[in-house]
């Protein structure tokens, strides 16, 4: 092709993008991150944000950062990579304290979830190996796996079946295999089977990746996500992924397991290795939030009683839910269109709801995405409803 201009090749695709209702756009946010905020510049009721237990303007942790920055002990910035001189005893401790929690070794730091998606399959698999990936799996693990020198095959949604006939198949070819799978799913907020997932790669000897960004601090005992919630352990096998810009309220991801995976990451991993470790600030922040977050039954229950209030009553006005247990309760629409009316009717009555589309759902399940917070309150729930039911309304008599 010949040479263009940024314009020539861009103008008419974003175009495109406008007309097919996929265009994307960024909402303005003034103030803290809250289930009230003003957004755009308009007051709202926000349901669509990953701040289940509501730490990200929690009052504890912005004490601990007052008072580490005025101790000295801490800066902001953290000047370099882990490996030169960017480890704070911070960073460290952090480490220790989420290992300790998980019940593992170790426990890596990195500046994004996305980033440890791309270091792990980077880092540990090799030419002919294989990585079997769930259909809904979270973007970046699926963007890891392709950077990976192993081969990509994906497996239909939660299908245990199908994913033990491609072992089978592996294990005939002696490859070496990740499995590959979110813990609650990010756009569905139903959950992996954990247990199966577990046996199927104990029996076949392969390698089990779980990203269970959406399942730590909501999910579990103690917020221990969803192995807690199958009474599982981990194994030496096993490569927990957790976020921190969720429940936790803060920013960057960890990887956990044993000492042989956190220390071949530290060699292997160029995500890790080439960019600059998160603030010292942000570390001392996520100690403190890792302190709320084990702490917060409280939250924890008030959330569920959130979670089963919609349910029933989103039931009784008939709308299409999903098999999730999670603080991620999706209505399913169809088509991008219809989900950005029902998203703009909700923002006229004052709420907030993102309208997930494809590409970040498969097409035709283009769907509102509905968060709870343990800050909401149930009569705000009652008030999602009533714009629910009257959205409903409206938009069927045109
Ligand atoms: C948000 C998310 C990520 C990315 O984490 P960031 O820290 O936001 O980059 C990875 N995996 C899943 C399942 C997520 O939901």
Known sequence: MAQQTLKQRFADRL????????????????????????????????????????????????????????????????????????????????????????????????????????????????????????????????????????????????????????????????????????????????????????????????????????????????????????????DDNTILVGTLGKAFGTSGAFVAGSNILIESLIQFARPYIYTTASPQINAVATREALNQLKNADRQRRHLQQLIEHFRSGAEQLGLDLMPSISPIQPIVIGDSESALQWSHALQELGFWVAAIRPPTVPQGSARLRITFSAKHSIQEVDDLLQALQKVQTQLRKN
């Not at 000047?79 to 480490?95: K, S, W």
């Not at 239909?156 to 609650?184: C, F, T, W, Y």
């Not at 199966?196 to 996500?225: K, S, T, V």
Request: aromatic letters at 8%.
């Open 15 to 234: 175009q495109e993008r406008q007309e097919a209702h996929l265009y994307r756009r960024r909402p303005l946010s003034f103030g803290p991150q809250q289930p009230q905020m003003n957004l755009n510049g308009r007051q709202t009721i926000n349901f669509c944000s990953n701040d289940y237990l509501g730490l990200a303007d929690n009052p504890h942790i912005k004490q601990a950062v007052i008072h580490a920055l005025q101790s000295g002990q801490v800066g902001y910035g953290s000047g370099a990579a882990h490996l030169v001189t960017g480890h704070h005893l911070e960073h460290h401790l952090l480490e220790d304290e989420l290992a300790d929690w998980l019940g593992c070794q170790r426990s890596l730091l990195f500046s994004t979830g996305y980033m440890a998606n791309l270091a792990v399959p980077q880092a540990l698999m090799q030419k002919d190996d294989l990585i079997l990936a769930d259909k809904l799996c979270h973007a970046s693990l699926i963007d890891g796996a392709l950077q990976s020198a192993a081969e990509l095959k994906r497996y239909p949604h939660n299908d245990m079946r199908a994913l033990e006939k491609r072992l089978l198949q592996a294990e005939k070819e002696q490859r070496q295999v990740l499995i590959i799978s979110d813990g609650v799913f990010s756009m569905d907020g139903d959950m992996a089977p954990i247990d199966r997932l577990q046996d199927l790669a104990q029996r076949y000897h392969a390698w089990l990746m779980i990203d269970d960004a959406h399942g730590f601090g909501p999910i579990g005992e103690n917020g221990l996500g969803c192995f807690n919630y199958f009474s599982r352990t981990i």
